[in-house]
């Protein structure tokens, strides 16, 4: 059974900086790209960032590109994303998701199969 | 960045009943278009990719079909579990966008 579990989500003051992780099983992770996708309260879902399989190409959106990290530790079947700079407008639902694609060649990453139930990161003072 | 619209924003129908949702691009994203069903507190699951591909495990009462800029999401008889949020979503390009969601309730 794929199982994704996320952790790390918390009240945090703007400016601040949080950790979100992502633990998987039933799947071969080094296999699979892995994002994040997030859900700010009243507004469709975005997504954040992506990683793919080997690691070596990560993407960002805009809006946090120069701010947040990506990364995998794939002897721990876990992804990661780093939050610095936290701004009121990060508060938000994040999910990791498991695409069926690797993206390792930058291309073909696949669709998001299957999700995490999600933490909640808020920031405010 | 690709805009996807999705209508109605609410559908209220009973069980039994068809559901038809849209999903309108601001350009063309070939077949490239997946559906989710959200439930709260609960992970978001794919139930539709490339407009017309039921994912693994997918009732066949979900179907999705179109290509372009234009795509449908049908639940040929509503069971009382398919009460949730709909969205799409597109894999043309990154940043891959969402929709506004449909509010599937009952009536």
């Known amino acids: 059974e794929v199982q994704l579990v996320e952790s790390g989500g918390d009240l945090i003051q703007p400016g601040g900086s949080l950790r979100l992780a992502c633990a998987v099983s039933g799947f071969s992770f080094i296999n699979c790209a892995m994002g994040w996708v997030r859900q700010a309260p009243g507004k469709r879902p975005e997504w954040v960032a992506v990683i793919s399989g080997n690691g070596g190409i990560p993407a960002y959106r805009d809006a946090v590109r120069g701010r947040f990290t990506i990364s995998r530790d794939n002897s721990e079947n876990t992804m990661y994303l780093q939050m610095n700079g936290l701004r009121d407008d990060d508060t938000a639902i994040y999910y990791c998701a498991k695409y069926d694609g690797s993206g390792d060649d930058g291309i073909h990453w696949g669709n998001a199969d299957y999700w995490g139930q999600g933490t909640l990161v808020t920031v405010s003072s | 960045e690709i805009v996807l619209t999705q209508s109605p924003a609410t559908l209220s129908l009973s069980p039994g009943e068809r559901a038809t949702l849209s999903c309108r691009a601001s350009?063309?994203?070939?077949?490239?278009l997946a559906w989710y069903q959200h439930k709260p507190g609960q992970a978001p699951r794919l139930l539709i990719y490339d407009a017309s591909n039921r994912a693994t495990g997918i009732p066949a009462r979900f179907s999705g079909s179109g290509s372009g800029t234009d795509f449908t999401l049908t639940i040929s008889s509503l069971e009382p579990e398919d009460f949730a949020v709909y969205y799409c979503q597109h894999r043309n390009n990154w940043p891959r966008t969402f929709g506004q969601g449909t509010k599937v309730e009952v009536k």
């Open positions: 350009q063309s994203i070939s077949s490239y």
